[in-house]
Nanobody, 120 residues
């Protein structure tokens, strides 16, 4: 099982980044997908989540209207489009998969994380 994030980097405030998470080794379409982030000295927090078929999404308040989560089940990939980035968005961003369908219900996988730094 692998979740491989990419797309992180250094960006100026107000800029954009698109994170990708490529999944392999499990039935991607049976898993709800999420993006989490963890800033230095802080706890990991949920940023955005999307249901198995992509029909429903939710976001933490601080990123609503700026971030968009999406998925392509044909490509086994989940994305996070981040616009109007702020310095407080600086963190390591992690991809998370949680089984949402029997027999995978409750099974959880994590990616290794990708660094996002927002700074001038």
């Amino acid at each position: 099982v692998q979740l491989v994030e990419s797309g992180g980097g250094l960006v100026q405030p107000g800029g954009s980044l698109r994170l990708s998470c490529a999944a392999s080794g499990f039935t991607f379409s049976s898993f709800a997908m999420s993006w989490y982030r963890q800033a230095p000295g802080k706890e990991r927090e949920l940023v955005a989540a999307i249901t198995r078929a992509g029909g429903s999404t939710n976001y933490r308040d601080s990123v609503k209207g700026r971030f968009t989560i999406s998925r392509d089940n044909a490509k086994n990939t989940v994305y996070l489009q981040m616009n109007s980035l702020k310095p407080e968005d600086t963190a390591v961003y992690y991809c998370n998969a949680v089984g949402d369908l029997v027999p995978f219900y409750g099974v959880q996988y994590w990616g290794q994380g990708t660094q996002v730094t927002v700074s001038s």
